[in-house]
């Protein structure tokens, strides 16, 4: 309806108008370019789908150039004013799809970045892709490689593009040779049309670049063009050759069997033959890592061989025959790698787990235990232990807890205090929970013990009331430190009691102001304004209270001097504060 429009365009033109305000203030940011930008890309993007489904062209060609023209007037003014950091602007570019643009950008903006490959291969791509020029592309490559001679994603792509290349001219001599064309007008060279330019790409690159990923990551893209066997081939055994004791090596190698020997034809092909195929698959890859871990007995290694496994074994299927055959073979090498000493430490949970889900509570207890026996200085080791005799409502937790802390003494010991307390909160008596917490305040470093100084007081609270807790957290002032949600509990329940005792507040806000508010002027300002608030008629405050609001005042001016913003921050609290003080003075 036309009323929607005017509604729509009068939308259009405040959000504009906005965003035109804030690149013309004195002080810019680059945010309010990108988010110009964007907005008129989003705008176009809505103008031509309005279009498309109503029918109209009206002044399409002039509204819309209109609109790349701005956007590429912010682009410019951006990348003159920030040419250290651009940010996702080249990406804003890019999808306009203004060809005619796009050259020029691409070549200012490598001139200004020539160290970020990103735009390397980002304009090359562009070429190979959108203007069709894998020449320009080479030479993009080609002038990149120049400024990183070391950067594999570099390479990568560069190796890439030639495949492309090479894939596009056999297209294109097919077709012609369909057509019955003469190729004599046509050079098309057979090493390129096999892949050579891209076999010498992998040559050069090899001789740089260190470790297996590159190698893998050349061939996962060789594999993705049908004549490329060859240099697949000569990939593999280079990868083989130089990095023969490498786990990912041989893990890739035991994957390869799964896409090796598959049925020829399935046509009569049942669900039984299927599933023994996979099997079959699975056992040859099962294989190639046995053999991997006698050639290479790492925990890398088992690592790989697990992960294999657990992969399998969470991939889905309809055949409970498959599905326990993965689940034995998963759990028969866990057991291997831990005779064998080298499973890693974060697989010894996963272990568990798959264990206690399938009930074998006696081998998750004696793995537990072979755990925290190898890996005795490990919180998280002893923790899993712990929860696992927790769940099985063990008799020796206790026993174990008591183990646990010696090996561990009182180094990073809160993850286990803070277990063994909620523990013994659901089965022990309060009276031994209490002493529990109160051994706990002692065991801890003096940073853990200000978690359970909290724990504490909340536990108080809800087993013996306001009396209990307000003697508990009486004694517990006496040792420092403490935090700032220890005092905020102990003034959030007293403001939740029916009597409540203005003298025992200004305590709690005092006390916490005495331990944060001479550091932290931000943290004290917020305790006075949740007490101006809460209590405005408090005429008992004291002169050490008054004192104590006005210097931090003074100490919020200091932290916001020189910041923007700082002078208005400034004003909001003395404001408060001075209101506060002339109240009472």
């Known amino acids: 309806p036309p009323h929607s429009h005017s509604i729509w365009t009068r939308a259009v033109l405040r959000k504009a108008s906005a965003l035109e305000y804030k690149i013309q203030r004195r002080t810019l940011r680059k945010e309010d370019f990108i988010n110009y930008i964007q907005y008129e890309i989003n705008l176009l993007e809505l103008i031509k789908k309005r279009r498309a489904r109503i029918g109209y062209s009206f002044k399409k060609d002039e509204i819309e150039n ?106 294109e001599k097919k077709e012609f ?75 890739y190698m035991a994957r390869r069997e799964l896409d090796l020997g598959s049925l020829q034809s399935t046509e009569h092909t049942t669900k039984q033959m299927k599933v023994s195929e996979m099997n079959q698959r699975e056992e040859r890859c099962c294989a190639v890592f046995e053999e991997a871990v006698r050639a290479v007995p790492t925990g890398d290694m088992w690592k790989c061989y697990i992960t294999f496994c657990l992969e399998r074994y969470n991939r889905k299927t309809n055949s409970e025959e498959l599905k326990q055959k993965r689940l034995e073979r998963m759990l028969g090498v866990f057991s291997k790698a831990h005779e064998s000493s080298l499973l890693p430490e974060a697989l010894y949970k996963q272990w568990l787990q798959l264990l206690l889900e399938f009930n074998l509570f006696e081998k998750a207890t004696e793995v537990a235990e072979a755990a925290t026996g190898r890996f005795s200085m490990s919180v998280e080791m002893w923790q899993m232990r712990l929860q696992v005799l927790i769940q099985l409502k063990s008799d020796d937790v206790t026993h174990c807890f008591e183990e646990a802390i010696k090996h561990m003494k009182s180094k990073g010991t809160l993850p286990l205090w803070t277990l063994w307390v909620e523990w013994s909160e659901g089965t022990n008596s309060k009276e031994d929970t209490a002493a529990l917490y109160q051994r706990s305040l002692h065991a801890t470093n ?29 004694s517990l002032c006496e040792n420092r430190p403490f935090s700032l949600d220890f005092f905020r509990k102990m003034i959030q329940i007293e403001k939740e009691q029916e009597s409540c005792k203005m003298l025992h507040l200004r305590e709690y806000y005092e006390r916490a102001l005495r331990e944060f508010g001479s550091t932290d002027s931000g943290k004290g300002i917020l305790f006075i304004y949740s007490f101006i608030h809460s209590f405005s008629a408090a005429s008992f405050i004291s002169i050490h209270f008054k004192r104590k609001l006005w210097e931090y005042s003074l100490a919020s001016y200091e932290d916001v001097a020189g910041r923007p913003g700082g002078r208005l921050c400034f004003q909001i609290h003395v404001i408060a504060n001075w209101t506060f003080m002339k109240n009472y003075s």
């Open 446 to 474: 003096p940073a853990e013990s200000v978690t359970m100084k909290e724990m504490y007081l909340d536990w108080t609270y809800r087993n013996g009331g306001y009396k209990k807790v307000k003697r508990v957290f009486t």
């Open 177 to 251: 040779e369909q057509a019955k064309m003469d190729l004599g007008e046509f050079n098309y060279s057979e090493e390129i049309l096999n892949g050579e330019m891209a076999r010498i790409i992998y040559r050069d690159a090899a001789q740089k670049m260190k470790g297996v990923e590159f190698h893998l990551a050349v061939l996962s893209i060789a594999k993705l063009f049908d004549f490329t066997q060859d240099l697949q081939k000569e990939i593999l055994e280079s990868l083989q050759t130089k990095y023969a004791d490498d786990p990912l090596t041989w893990d």
């Open 66 to 171: 209109s609109i790349l023209h701005r956007v590429h007037s912010l682009f410019n003014r951006a990348i003159g004013k920030w040419k250290v950091s651009l940010g996702g602007k080249p990406n804003l570019l890019v999808l306009q799809n203004a060809k005619h643009q796009l050259s020029k950008v691409f070549s200012s903006m490598l001139a200004i970045h020539p160290n970020k490959p990103a735009l390397w291969i980002m304009a090359a791509k562009w070429e190979m892709e959108t203007q069709l020029s894998s020449e320009s592309a080479r030479h993009l490559f080609l002038r990149a490689l120049r400024f990183h001679p070391e950067c594999p994603k570099l390479y990568q792509e560069y190796f890439r593009m030639e495949l492309m290349h090479a894939e596009k001219q056999r297209k």
